[in-house]
Nanobody, 123 residues
Framework: QVQLVESGGGLVQTGGSLRLSCAAS????????MGWFRQAPGKEREFVAA????????YYADSVKGRFTISRDNAKNTVYLQMNSLKPEDTAVYYCAAGYGSRWFRIDDYDYWGQGTQVTVSS
């Protein structure tokens, strides 16, 4: 099994920054992808960003492109989400996920999920 633990969420003002971390344990992430999703109250969980573990190719939702950056540290089995220029609409619970398939854009592309970390952006 794979265990994922998110951290780094909090309260920030519009225009501020946060850095989320997701520590993974239990299995190698070779040939796998990891991603970030978010879910606001009353809304479905949506894709934010993903990264291929081997090679580091990255993918972003249009809503965060240019503001968020996903990265990973292979040695630490950790993925990060640097969030800059935050907006109130970024407010959500952010979830880290790990998948072993070939796609990383939908919820069912992932096999393991963390518990989530709350990000609140005040206006």
């Amino acid at each position: 099994q794979v265990q994922l633990v998110e951290s780094g969420g909090g309260l920030v003002q519009t225009g501020g920054s946060l850095r989320l971390s997701c520590a993974a344990s239990g299995r190698t992430f070779s040939r796998s992808g990891m991603g970030w999703f978010r879910q606001a109250p009353g809304k479905e969980r949506e894709f934010v960003a993903a990264i291929r573990w081997s090679g580091g190719s990255t993918y972003y939702a249009d809503s965060v492109k240019g503001r968020f950056t996903i990265s990973r540290d292979n040695a630490k089995n950790t993925v990060y989400l640097q969030m800059n220029s935050l907006k109130p609409e970024d407010t959500a619970v952010y979830y880290c996920a790990a998948g072993y398939g070939s796609r990383w854009f939908r919820i069912d592309d992932y096999d393991y999920w963390g518990q989530g970390t709350q990000v609140t952006v005040s206006s």
